[in-house]
């Protein structure tokens, strides 16, 4: 949890308010700051747009953690078909100049994790946790399928989920391995021409085996004294937003502002940010 004050400086807000100021009457935000900095960036101007486009790719603007600090993520379909080829961004606390990488640590057989679906609302079973100093951790609850092309010990038709937490901390992206489920992919007896997953067997982070019900309970279990409730974010094609960026400054603020709007964590607006560091646009 960052609890450093954010030092805004008077001549960067001006041109923000000004670079945004059409936009910014479309409805109450407390990030538009934020937003134009992404805007600005060459992060968001600069993308590969071909390669985006070959793989279907989407973004994302959010606040994970719940720091202030917005990220901005790009996720790719690799080769499996899955959208496990991702990279988050955000600006360093220290240096507000800098939008850079966030690592992504998934140390667990090498699992790391479907973190977006295709283009829409993606809604996640999420985890709050709130210390004795009323610092807050996040953490979202995703399940993962996998076949022989990403683990290779699975056998031709084998598939396995891998049931994950996600926590975004200290400028990293951190995966839990929960509980693992595996078995294969078979035609559905009450939908021909329809295939289904049928588990055959689940086991626990280290590989012993625990029954269905022990496997549903692992996510929810996992954490002690976790408050459970939901988050969305909202992915955009990034064809889209090369088409805003060709269009104008206002566009692409306002293509930010959509995915950020669109952003929950829990019954709270988005906007809230716990630690009360959060950077505002002076109207």
């Known amino acids: 949890m960052k609890l450093a004050k954010r030092v805004l400086l008077s001549a960067l807000l001006a041109a923000g308010i000004m670079a945004s100021s059409s936009a910014a009457s479309a409805g109450p935000y407390e990030y538009g700051l934020e937003l134009v900095r992404l805007q600005n960036s060459p992060v968001v101007n600069n993308l590969d747009f071909e390669d985006a486009k070959s793989k279907n790719a989407c973004f994302c603007v959010s606040d994970m953690d719940g720091n202030g600090w917005l990220e901005f993520t790009v996720a790719k379909m690799d080769e499996t078909g899955m959208y496990l080829d991702y990279e988050c961004y955000e600006y360093e606390s220290g240096n507000e100049d800098v939008l850079k ?10 699992f790391k994790p479907r973190f977006a679906g295709m283009a829409g609302e993606n809604k996640l079973t999420a985890y709050r946790v709130v210390d004795e100093n009323k610092r807050e951790e996040r953490y979202y609850h995703i399940d993962t399928a996998y076949r022989k092309k990403s683990v290779p010990w699975l056998q031709d038709g084998e598939y ?9 901390s200290n400028d990293m992206l951190f995966t839990y391995l929960a509980a693992t489920e595996q078995g294969v992919i078979v035609e559905s007896e009450s939908r021909p021409g329809m295939m289904t997953f049928t588990p055959e067997k689940y086991m626990d982070p280290n590989g012993e085996a625990i029954g269905k019900e022990a496997f549903e309970r692992s996510a929810d279990s996992y954490i002690v004294k976790a408050e459970k409730t939901e988050a969305a974010f909202l992915w955009i094609p990034v064809a889209e937003l090369q088409k805003a960026i060709e269009l104008g400054r206002d566009e692409t603020w306002e293509i930010l502002q959509k995915s950020w709007q669109g952003f929950r964590f829990g ?12 950077p505002q646009v002076v109207p």
């Open 267 to 278: 019954d709270g607006p988005q906007g809230i940010d716990p630690t009360g560091d959060r």
């Open 160 to 168: 396995l989920v891998a049931r994950q937490l996600v926590n975004k």
């Open 101 to 110: 990488p966030i690592e992504i640590r998934s140390p667990e057989a090498g």
